[in-house]
């Protein structure tokens, strides 16, 4: 029986069949015993493993919505509908890709042309106007707004430009000239209209919210941002984790550019790729070679990081070497995770604030791995089999304070997580 998916550091411990964190003990016989549709097993691994591994395949599938004659994923299995570019391309980029790639393909050219219909159609209160795009704010809350198109309005969805990061490391195993076609094509008219107009030539890097963490709400404040500021605040910053996927997207579509036989293109998506990563080493970095959750509107470095933006930082080959060592460098993984913000927020507020995200946790360990080569992949087991509480299914979020699990059941993302993992540590490998 292999040692490599077996943890002993307590109070997190992964058995061969029982995970155990500060809350408690999951035995393998308290979890559902499902049978998934995609067929793929993984063998030569610890009966609790397998287990989770079918869990989380039947998560998947679970999130898979049919509606308007197409088939794409959901972002839980309770959002009926709704379409969340970022869930859909985080999820595809950490497994689903080589699991589910036609599910996935359909997921994105359908956000593709759901984004294109909306444009800048955007809630009461939304429009920017900092930014200049030609807003149209309708006479609807963003409960209505969503209820009526099945997605958010774009200032609710700044970092959009994730979709070309999973299009390429899709296409990138499987793709064919037309889909590196459709990729270029989609690609330069999404910049030209959504992505050039958030370009800042002053510092050389692009508005928008962090990556995945709420903006305000008009009547209403979430947990990510500091609670005096204005939805056009949040926006208005310059965020690590996005930036850092635009730093990938230029790179995607240089080479898409590349494989098309357009090499002077390439070449200038490329130069931009280098312009951005030097800017975000240059404008966001902390004197100890961490970096900033954000800088603010008029210019402030954010004194806190963040988990995602600095996995990033990492994966988008923005910092290599001893440097990724030092954008890592004490920032903590524990018994509960990752927490998302160092230091979080002051106050009780919760979510984003005061918590710590599978999805991210596995990015960060991710990156943790590409900065010095140990494999963390057995604790990023554990960390991921805790969330499999109540009914058994791959959770979203945990309180980080008292390592409660809550959050949605079969959420994608999480249980995505769990095919990146089993990909690292080897247990599965794609064809």
């Not at 790729?273 to 240059?282: D, F, N, V, W």
Request: charged letters at 25%; glycine letters at 6%; one cysteine or more.
């Amino acid at each position: 029986m292999p040692d490599n998916m077996l943890f002993h550091h307590p109070p997190l411990e992964l058995t061969e069949s029982s995970v155990s964190d500060a809350r408690g003990t999951l035995h393998l016989d308290n979890l559902p015993n499902p049978n998934p549709h995609c067929q793929i097993r993984l063998t030569h691994t610890t009966p609790l493993m397998e287990r989770l591994w079918r869990i989380a395949l039947s998560n998947i599938e679970k999130n898979r919505v049919e509606a308007e004659g197409i088939s794409y994923f959901g972002a839980g299995s309770q959002f009926g509908p709704m379409v969340y570019t970022r869930d859909i391309s985080y999820s595809g980029i950490l497994g689903l890709n080589d699991l589910y790639p036609d599910t996935v393909l359909s997921s994105i050219k359908h956000t593709r042309k759901l984004r294109r219909e909306l444009g800048f159609r955007v809630s009461k209160g939304y429009g920017i106007h900092e930014i200049d795009v030609p807003w149209i704010e309708e006479n609807l809350d963003e409960s209505d707004y969503k209820k009526r198109y099945n997605t958010n309005s774009y200032t609710r969805r700044t970092d959009d430009v994730i979709w070309i990061w999973c299009a390429w490391d899709l296409f990138t195993k499987q793709g064919s000239n037309a889909d590196w076609a459709w990729l270029y094509r989609n690609g330069q008219e999404f910049f030209t209209d959504f992505y050039h107009p958030f370009y800042d030539t002053t510092d050389g890097l692009y508005f928008g919210q962090a990556s995945f963490i709420d903006i305000h709400f008009p009547d209403n404040k979430t947990s990510g941002y500091p609670q005096d500021w204005s939805i056009a605040d949040c926006v208005l910053i310059k965020s690590l984790s996005t930036n850092c996927l635009y730093v990938i997207a230029l790179h995607a579509m240089a080479d898409a550019a590349k494989r098309l036989g357009k090499f002077t293109e390439a070449e200038t998506w490329q130069t931009q790729c280098e312009c951005l990563k030097q800017s975000i080493r240059k404008e966001l970095s902390f004197a100890d070679g961490s970096f900033t959750y954000f800088k603010d509107r008029w210019g402030n470095l954010q004194n806190r990081r963040e988990a995602l933006g600095s996995a990033l930082v990492v994966i988008s080959e923005v910092v290599e070497g001893d440097e990724a060592k030092r954008a890592l460098f004490t920032y903590p993984l524990t018994d509960g995770g990752v927490p998302l913000f160092h230091p979080f927020f002051e106050g009780d507020k919760w979510y984003h604030n005061h918590s710590s995200w599978p999805f991210v946790d596995t990015l960060f360990i991710k990156a943790l791995e590409l900065s010095d080569g140990i494999d963390r992949s057995a604790q990023n087991a554990a960390l991921l089999a805790r969330t499999c509480v109540d009914d058994g299914s791959f959770h979203e979020v945990s309180d980080y304070r008292n390592r409660e699990v809550k959050g949605s059941s079969s959420q994608l993302w999480t249980a995505a997580s769990f095919i990146d993992l089993c990909r690292r540590g080897g247990l599965f490998h794609p064809s």
